[in-house]
């Protein structure tokens, strides 16, 4: 039975690459909603979208799978606009799982900005969720409504996302390279970069398998550094001197939201779900850079 997909926030950076992964499955139908097509604050559209969409993948016979990559991810702006970006993150979730409750199976990507951020080792699927950020509350809600609509869902976490589309640190540091003598970059907060495209290729392999999702996952390139060392590690893609990379401390770039000092997520439970093991953080940041990250 051949698959229909639809991608909201088909035009952000995870998106854009679902579509490419997607795209190479020519028997499966694939459709991608942006901002323009679907605004995710207005209920009514949203619910109808997808009642559509799945009455044409019953008319056809296939398998519907959404993958839901579209977020309110102004981490600082959500501080002032909670309202805004609790509409987005934590009840059109929700929406969408009550909608294919039954009748499809639905990707919801969520954060680890769910957690507060102070542990000292992996956080695992069922770690407490305690967030200190607007955009972290707003996306444990989201948690939230889709579990409470039941159906075939799971919740995939990730963290420190990249990829060559949309705003993300390895461009931004691909750009500082070529601007200035040095950069400081913050050496007291520890995670796992995450390439885009990786995740991406890990969500269509979740959504093809056919039994049940796990409730909730999580997914990274494996591995943990800090946004210094990481940088660091850009920096030598690039064929340049990573001493230019000078460590500093949050408290010297303070900002609206609180910043988790350890965003590592266990990844046991991917594997655990019979899924590919991603690979490490240093090689995919090879990979990714190799196709180019300066504009």
Known sequence: MSTTWLVTGARGQLGVDLLGVLAGREADRVRGVGRQELDLTDEKAVRTLVRDWLGEADREGCRAVLVNAAAYTAVDAAEEDEASAQVVNGEAPGWLAEELAGRGRLLHVSTDYVFDGTATEPYPVDAPVAPRSAYGRTKAAGERAVAAAGGDT???????????????????????????????????????????????????????????APPVLHYTNAGAVTWCGFAR???????????????????????????????????????????AQPRPWREALHLAMRSGFRD
């Open 154 to 212: 799971a919740t995939v976490r990730t963290a420190w996302v990249y990829g060559r589309h949309g705003s993300n640190f390895v461009r931004t540091m691909a750009r500082l390279e070529g601007e200035r003598d040095t950069v400081s970059v913050v050496d007291d907060q520890t995670g796992s970069p995450t390439w885009s495209a990786d995740l991406a290729a890990g969500l269509v392999e979740l959504g093809t398998r056919a039994e049940p």
């Open 233 to 275: 590690a850009v920096f030598e893609e690039l064929g340049a001197d990573p001493g230019r990379v000078l460590p500093t401390t949050t408290d010297q770039f303070p900002r609206p939201a609180p910043r988790p000092t350890y965003s590592v997520l266990d990844g046991s439970s991917w594997t655990a779900a019979g899924l």
